[in-house]
């Protein structure tokens, strides 16, 4: 069965930090490029970050660049998402996700996505 489980969701002070892992089963992550995308209730789903297959190329979504860091360690089947300083706007459920290539996950042509792990920003 193929999956992509996320963890590293919870509630966190603004300014603080949470590293968000992304373990895939089923298939070999490093086949694909990896994306972090988030969404609130309401609004569409938002990308945040991709990385290519070998991790040569990443992309951030404005809000976010300089805070979040995204990596992947292919010998371990799991992407991360380092996210510092964060803010209350950054609250959303955080998805990951696989495409087949860099090129799709920017443009959201995604071939899986996790279930999804909450964020909270909040004092």
């Known amino acids: 069965q193929l999956q992509l489980v996320e963890s590293g969701g919870g509630l966190v002070q603004p300014g603080g930090s949470l590293r968000l892992s992304c373990a895939a089963s089923?298939?070999?992550?490093?086949?694909?490029?990896i994306g972090w995308f988030r969404q609130v209730p309401g609004k569409e789903r938002e990308g945040v970050s991709c990385?290519?297959?070998?991790?040569?190329?990443?992309n951030y979504t404005d809000s976010v660049k300089g805070r979040f860091t995204i990596s992947r360690d292919n010998a371990k089947n799991t992407a991360y998402l380092q996210m510092n300083s964060l803010k209350p706007e950054d609250t959303a459920v955080y998805y990951c996700?696989?495409?087949?290539?860099?090129?799709?996950?920017?443009?959201?042509?995604?071939?899986?996505w996790g279930q999804g792990t909450q964020v909270t920003v909040s004092s």
């Open positions: 089923g298939f070999t992550l490093g086949n694909y490029a």
């Open positions: 990385i290519s297959t070998l991790g040569g190329s990443t």
């Open positions: 996700a696989a495409a087949t290539a860099f090129g799709r996950c920017v443009s959201k042509a995604i071939n899986y």
